[in-house]
């Protein structure tokens, strides 16, 4: 993963992407700012689905839950965004940094958890069910396993600063 990050590392140095992003002064505080306000709404909506789905909140219908899942795709929609112009700016800092790549390693196992319970047919199943109803085991693992990734997606940000030797 190290070697590509690398080859895309000096690509974006090579295209002059990088120091253009740093020439303006706000681009890179704000895009931290809207990257947050991304996660929020992203983290939101899905740890609220992911928490109904555990058996919490059960007076909740799913059904109405997963139709904010557009939404929380706009969320992720930004973060994809502003984790560019955050990477574009210094790529070196991040490609090099452990917490950076765990980070990677954390957003890509929740895609992959997202992807299964979409095409499984739980997601379905799920939103067949009323306010109350209990979810099968299988969604409920689903949901432990999207809380524990995006729990740590937002750790290993945090840890971006403070961990290795980037920053």
Not at 26 to 48: D, E, M, N, R
Request: charge should be positive; glycine fraction near 10%; charged fraction near 10%.
């Amino acid at each position: 993963m190290l070697y590509y990050l690398d080859v895309f590392s000096n690509w974006l140095k090579a295209i002059g992407l990088s120091a253009w992003i740093s020439h303006f002064e706000w681009l890179i505080p704000g895009s931290q700012t809207v990257h947050f306000f991304g996660l929020a709404l992203l983290f939101g909506i899905i740890g609220l689905l992911d928490l109904r789905l555990m058996g919490f909140l059960k007076g909740l219908p799913i059904a109405q839950l997963t139709r904010l899942i557009p939404l929380a795709m706009v969320g992720f929609a930004i973060n994809i965004i502003t984790g560019f112009i955050l990477f574009a700016g210094a790529p070196y800092m991040f490609s090099h940094n452990v917490a950076f790549q765990w980070k990677m390693v954390f957003i890509a196992a929740a895609g992959l958890n997202a992807l299964i319970f979409l095409v499984s047919g739980l997601q379905r199943r799920c939103e067949a069910l009323g306010p109350n109803d209990d979810v099968p085991v299988s969604a409920k693992a689903v949901a432990v396993v999207s809380m524990t990734m995006w729990v740590g997606v937002m750790f290993w940000g945090r840890m971006l600063p403070f961990l290795g030797n980037a920053f």
